[in-house]
């Protein structure tokens, strides 16, 4: 078989491909994400991270935000975070054609800034806060504890708890090497779980995780913070720029 040329490698590699993911499991929102409905009914759609997706779902049930559609890009971007950009744009330029508005469920999220330039390219909106334990708290919130001297806290959110051997313990080599769990996490003094929802077992599972990391261990029930604001916040203004 011929090699191909690294023109075509490249290629290939920067081609966008679609959520094939259709339930909300957790290690199917990790590996496939959440695949867009086939059938659309909503005017507005959220391009969001795959470690987001009930959140987000519960959020819309609630405020009753039937009116909008919701595709997830796989969680285990963020292990590659130079990947979102080119993710996002692709999912864009699918779904830009049905949709009047998209919206994307991403903060910062180790992108350097790069992820917001390109949504300002694409002419989209994205949750501000540089990632998910920022607008769970509250980005003001979030500061004013890094201000504080909160810097060396290492942060779990449900789904993170749920998913921390396919998130922390083995892309950072411990399942093989756990001698050098102290090497690894020696500059943080505490896990701070951020729940969004009231679960007595993830609390347990997450002082479990603070156990496994010889961290000290703290619960926060943040609820959805700036993510369930951004999202009525998006609801509210496409509606009332629909109705004129």
Same mark, same amino acid.
């Given at each position: 078989?011929?090699?191909?040329?690294?023109? #075509?490698?490249?290629?290939?590699?920067?081609?966008?491909?679609?959520?094939?993911?259709?339930?909300?499991?957790?290690?199917?929102?990790?590996?496939?994400?959440?695949?867009?409905?086939? $059938?659309?009914?909503?005017?507005?759609?959220?391009?969001?991270?795959?470690?987001?997706?009930?959140?987000?779902?519960?959020?819309?049930?609630?405020?009753?935000?039937?009116?909008?559609?919701?595709?997830?890009?796989? #969680?285990?971007?963020?292990?590659?975070?130079?990947?979102?950009?080119?993710?996002?744009?692709?999912?864009?330029?699918?779904?830009?054609?049905?949709?009047?508005?998209?919206?994307?469920?991403?903060?910062?999220?180790?992108?350097?800034? #790069?992820?917001?330039?390109?949504?300002?390219?694409?002419?989209?909106?994205?949750?501000?806060?540089?990632?998910?334990?920022?607008?769970?708290?509250?980005?003001?919130?979030?500061?004013?504890?890094?201000?504080?001297?909160?810097?060396?806290?290492?942060?779990?959110?449900?789904?993170?708890?749920?998913?921390?051997?396919?998130?922390?313990?083995?892309?950072?080599?411990?399942? $093989?090497?756990?001698?050098?769990?102290?090497?690894?996490?020696?500059?943080?003094? $505490?896990?701070?779980?951020?729940?969004?929802?009231?679960?007595?077992?993830?609390?347990?599972? #997450?002082?479990?995780?603070?156990?496994?990391?010889?961290?000290?261990?703290?619960?926060?029930?943040?609820?959805?913070?700036?993510?369930?604001?951004?999202?009525?916040?998006?609801?509210?203004?496409?509606?009332?720029?629909?109705?004129?």
């Amino acid at each position: 078989m011929a090699r191909k040329g690294r023109a #075509a490698r490249l290629t290939e590699r920067a081609a966008f491909r679609p959520p094939t993911g259709r339930t909300l499991e957790e290690s199917s929102l990790t590996e496939q994400g959440l695949a867009a409905p086939e $059938k659309k009914t909503g005017r507005i759609l959220l391009i969001a991270c795959g470690a987001l997706a009930r959140e987000i779902i519960d959020i819309n049930e609630k405020n009753g935000l039937d009116h909008i559609d919701l595709t997830c890009l796989p #969680a285990k971007l963020h292990l590659y975070p130079e990947q979102i950009v080119d993710a996002i744009d692709g999912a864009v330029a699918k779904h830009s054609a049905v949709y009047d508005k998209i919206f994307v469920v991403y903060a910062d999220c180790g992108t350097g800034g #790069a992820l917001e330039r390109k949504c300002a390219e694409l002419g989209v909106e994205m949750v501000a806060g540089p990632h998910c334990y920022s607008f769970f708290e509250g980005n003001e919130t979030f500061a004013r504890h890094s201000e504080e001297g909160e810097i060396t806290a290492f942060y779990l959110t449900d789904f993170l708890v749920k998913q921390f051997d396919a998130f922390v313990w083995r892309p950072m080599g411990l399942d $093989k090497n756990p001698e050098l769990r102290d090497m690894v996490f020696g500059n943080y003094t $505490k896990l701070i779980y951020q729940s969004q929802t009231s679960d007595p077992k993830l609390v347990e599972k #997450a002082r479990a995780c603070a156990d496994r990391m010889g961290l000290e261990f703290e619960h926060r029930h943040t609820g959805y913070g700036d993510l369930e604001t951004s999202l009525t916040a998006w609801a509210k203004g496409s509606s009332s720029s629909g109705s004129g």
